[in-house]
């Protein structure tokens, strides 16, 4: 009988922070944490939308893994799927929840319905819910930017996970809720002038670029051979 393949491909919910995730990956992840916070001068609460120029550019467990290192923090935090197109972040929590954000955009919800408790600590989730016919006109409502308030005046951080600016204009409709933006960007990946492009979309829109995470840098040293999670800021 042969070996079992120990080289299994692994599955994006596998990349999710745990107490088996690898000692770089934790760390480069708190590291971002702090660089995150001291991007801010003024006090209180704030939203952080996560962003990239292309799908399969990891931004969807970016944004998560550093909502969960700020929850390990003992910040109050809230991960809102904004992606009402094709959701991640219920995939990669493993959550069957059918309603979600459109359903609170709608008017057929309400927040607290909708908070949902998580296993790491301090954070909680609002998922995308059902796909609707126009996301880009419920994400641009009144209501989008009511409930990030709300939740500002709850959370300490509120965590939007946008769809890739490349592809759909969501994302820069979104960066009018932010307080700052993150551009994730995977080496061999992201292609160098459309992301270019994206930065000028989110500068004419007055987004506040606070920096750039570098997903799947290989870094080659002391007992560290690669890591995910390098953050640049501006």
Do not use: W
């Amino acid at each position: 009988m042969g070996k079992r393949n120990q080289n299994k491909p692994s599955s994006p919910a596998d990349r999710v922070l745990s107490k088996d995730s690898s000692f770089a990956v934790r760390e480069a992840y708190k590291t971002l944490r702090t660089n995150l916070e001291f991007s801010f001068s003024q006090t209180g609460s704030k939203a952080l939308l996560f962003t990239s120029t292309s799908q399969g550019e990891g931004k969807s467990t970016s944004c998560l893994n550093a909502a969960i290192t700020f929850g390990e923090a003992g910040f109050k935090t809230v991960l809102i799927d904004c992606d009402l197109r094709r959701p991640n972040v219920g995939p990669l929590l493993k959550f069957n929840h059918r309603e979600g954000l459109s359903s609170l955009l709608t008017g057929h919800s309400q927040i607290n319905d909708m908070l949902i408790p998580t296993e790491h600590p301090n954070l909680d989730v609002i998922v995308s819910g059902r796909i609707p016919p126009n996301p880009a006109e419920l994400l641009s409502s009144d209501a989008m930017g009511e409930l990030v308030e709300r939740l500002k005046s709850y959370y300490d951080y509120v965590f939007l996970d946008a769809p890739p600016i490349g592809v759909v204009t969501d994302g820069m409709v979104l960066s009018r809720y932010a307080d700052g933006v993150v551009l994730v960007v995977r080496e061999n990946v992201t292609d160098k002038k459309m992301l270019q492009v994206t930065i000028g979309q989110l500068q004419f829109a007055k987004a506040k670029i606070i920096g750039f995470l570098y997903n799947d840098a290989v870094m080659e040293g002391k007992g560290l051979s690669k890591y995910y999670g390098r953050y640049y800021g501006k």
